[in-house]
Structure formats: structure tokens, C-alpha cells
């Protein structure tokens, strides 16, 4: 069992930046797939980035060069450092987890760009 706690949302301006922190209930260290989804009102969660334990990561088109994903295992932590916001960035943001073959979200945390 995983229970992850997501942090770090808010409002804030077009051209803006925010990092958010999704902090796990055990060691990340051995997880393989950890990542960043997104909900805007009215559309489908996407993804935004992901993370392996292998140190790949992927990232959305819509925000590559402007979003990085990271992890410091000794805090139990994944990150989403989000630079040049937008307003089409606002969303729910929720981490996701995956452990074998079991997949864990957060709560999620709102991110809303103004213009």
C-alpha cells in the first residue's frame, strides 16, 4: 500500500512558475513508474510526465522545454517543477504511482494560470 500526498498547487500568472511535490508513504526507490497526470474541467486526465526508477522520463508534448519531472528518493518524493505556465495549464493535477501491478493516485492538487 501506497499512500501519496500531493502539494505545492495554487494560482498564479501566465509566465509564472510552480513546483509541485507528491510525497509517498514508503521508499520510492524500488517503484518504477511515477508520474504527473492532469484534469481540466471537462476534459479527459492526460498525462503529463513520467519518471522510472531507471531515470527515463517522458514528457507531454504540451509541455516539454517547460516542465521537468524529478525524483529525490531519499525524501520519498516525485516533483513537477512547471515554468512558463499558461492558462491552458490550469488542471487538477494528481501523481500516480505504480508498484507491480498496482497503480496509486493522489488526491490531487489544483493549479489554476490566470491571464
Known amino acids: 500500500q501506497v499512500q501519496l500526498v500531493e502539494s505545492g498547487g495554487g494560482l498564479v500568472q501566465a509566465g509564472g512558475s510552480l513546483r509541485l511535490s507528491c510525497a509517498a508513504s514508503?521508499?520510492?526507490?524500488?517503484?518504477?513508474?511515477m508520474g504527473w497526470y492532469r484534469q481540466a474541467p471537462g476534459k479527459q486526465r492526460e498525462l503529463v510526465a513520467t519518471?522510472?526508477?531507471?531515470?527515463?522520463?517522458n514528457y507531454a508534448d504540451s509541455v516539454k522545454g517547460r516542465f521537468t519531472i524529478f525524483r529525490d528518493n531519499a525524501k520519498n518524493t516525485v516533483y513537477l517543477q512547471m515554468s512558463s505556465l499558461t492558462p491552458e495549464d490550469t488542471a487538477v493535477y494528481y501523481c500516480?504511482?505504480?508498484?507491480?501491478?498496482?497503480?496509486?493516485w493522489g488526491q490531487g492538487t489544483q493549479v489554476t494560470v490566470s491571464s
Open positions: 519518471s522510472s526508477s531507471g531515470g527515463s522520463v
Open positions: 500516480r504511482v505504480q508498484s507491480g501491478i498496482i497503480i496509486y
Open positions: 514508503r521508499s520510492i526507490s524500488s517503484i518504477n513508474a
